[in-house]
């Protein structure tokens, strides 16, 4: 499944609202979907909040292993892939057996 983030959110990648929205549609697709390629067209977002809130919110859910096997980020600007990785490994070390059980029960999946 392609994720363009330009085409999706336009300039609205700033506040965690902004990044629930691709965070809502990567939860939905998560178990139907093999591979999501999220391309950011380039665009600095430059924000921790839009960027936890996408992406940083599925480590509380997954392993890093689930992660960059159905993950894969394009075309984005260095920077932002600092942060994003800064922030994916952040919320790893915070994952706990009760953080994924919440995410099984929110998704309505077994398999999380």
């Known amino acids: 499944m392609i994720i363009d983030i330009v085409e999706i959110c336009g300039k609205?990648?700033?506040?965690?609202?902004?990044?629930?929205v691709?965070?809502?549609?990567?939860?939905e697709n998560w178990d139907g979907t093999d591979q999501f390629q999220i391309d950011f067209r380039n665009l600095m977002i430059a924000?921790?909040?839009?960027?936890?809130?996408?992406?940083?919110?599925?480590?509380?859910?997954?392993?890093?292993?689930?992660?960059?096997?159905?993950?894969?980020?394009?075309?984005?600007?260095?920077y932002d892939r600092k942060l994003l990785n800064d922030i994916i490994v952040s919320r790893l070390r915070q994952q706990t057996g009760e953080s994924r059980a919440t995410c099984r029960i929110a998704s309505g999946s077994k398999n999380t």
């Open 12 to 20: 609205r990648t700033v506040t965690r609202e902004d990044g629930r």
């Open 22 to 27: 691709i965070n809502q549609i990567l939860m």
């Open 47 to 78: 924000s921790v909040s839009f960027i936890d809130e996408a992406f940083g919110r599925l480590a509380l859910c997954h392993t890093s292993s689930e992660l960059k096997r159905k993950l894969i980020f394009q075309n984005m600007v260095p």
